[in-house]
């Protein structure tokens, strides 16, 4: 009989917190996180904050797993930013011209 428990499987257990271990055809543990979780295997898995821009809210985009605001660092020097549905929206202030993704300069 084959036992699904950790133990069972890696009777000395060299994975992180929330890591499954499983051993390979050489006997060898090979840890991994479940799925739907990132992180080092061997140190700590954790379940993201997001997992696509659906999980925040309109104003803010999925980063590596965090709900951030997308207009920061996506906008050239002196440009403004808005969000709409999780994309950054960049313009030159009224007042000023010039590409918005690289620099606004008063008119």
Not at 55 to 83: H, L, M, W
């Amino acid at each position: 009989m084959v036992s699904n428990t950790p133990h069972a499987q890696c009777p000395d257990n060299p994975c992180g917190i929330e890591a499954s271990c499983r051993l390979n055809s050489a006997g060898i543990p090979v840890c991994s996180c479940p799925f739907g979780y990132l992180g080092d295997p061997f140190k700590e898995c954790v379940r993201p904050e997001c997992v696509s821009d659906g999980d925040c809210t309109e104003f803010q985009g999925c980063r590596k797993g965090k709900c951030v605001d997308p207009c920061i660092y996506s906008c050239g020097t002196n440009a403004a930013c808005s969000t709409k549905h999780h994309v950054p929206v960049c313009y030159c202030p009224e007042g000023s011209t010039g590409s918005p993704f690289e620099r606004c300069d008063p008119l």
